[in-house]
């Protein structure tokens, strides 16, 4: 059974880091499209940057640009998000996301989704 876990989310002063963590099962992420999104309240929900199976990075938010790294460790069947210089702009809750063939970085791109995990920037 296909299944995304996201962690690492908590709350942070502005200029802090976070690195959120998911952890998949029933999927070899190695071998899919990779995303990361969030949604903050009353807000759509927006992409933050995507990688394919090859390891290159597309679709990234101009917004997160230079600031947000996405990684991979395969031998944990996990993907990373790597978030520096947070802003309370930033606040949102996060989601991962997989795709066996993500043509665009857009929700509609992707099948399989975590529950998301809370960020909350602020001082």
């Known amino acids: 059974q296909r299944q995304l876990v996201e962690s690492g989310g908590g709350l942070v002063q502005p200029g802090g880091s976070l690195r959120l963590s998911c952890v998949a099962s029933g999927v070899t992420l190695r071998y899919w499209d990779v995303g990361w999104f969030r949604q903050a309240p009353g807000k759509e929900r927006e992409a933050i940057l995507c990688q394919s199976s090859s390891g290159g990075n597309f679709g990234s938010a101009d917004s997160v640009k230079a600031r947000f790294t996405i990684s991979r460790d395969n031998a944990k069947n996990t993907v990373y998000l790597q978030m520096n210089n947070l802003t309370p702009e930033d606040t949102a809750v996060y989601y991962c996301?997989?795709?066996?063939?993500?043509?665009?970085?857009?929700?509609?791109?992707?099948?399989?989704w975590g529950q998301g995990t809370q960020v909350t920037v602020s001082s």
């Open positions: 996301a997989a795709e066996g063939g993500a043509t665009q970085c857009r929700e509609i791109d992707f099948g399989a």
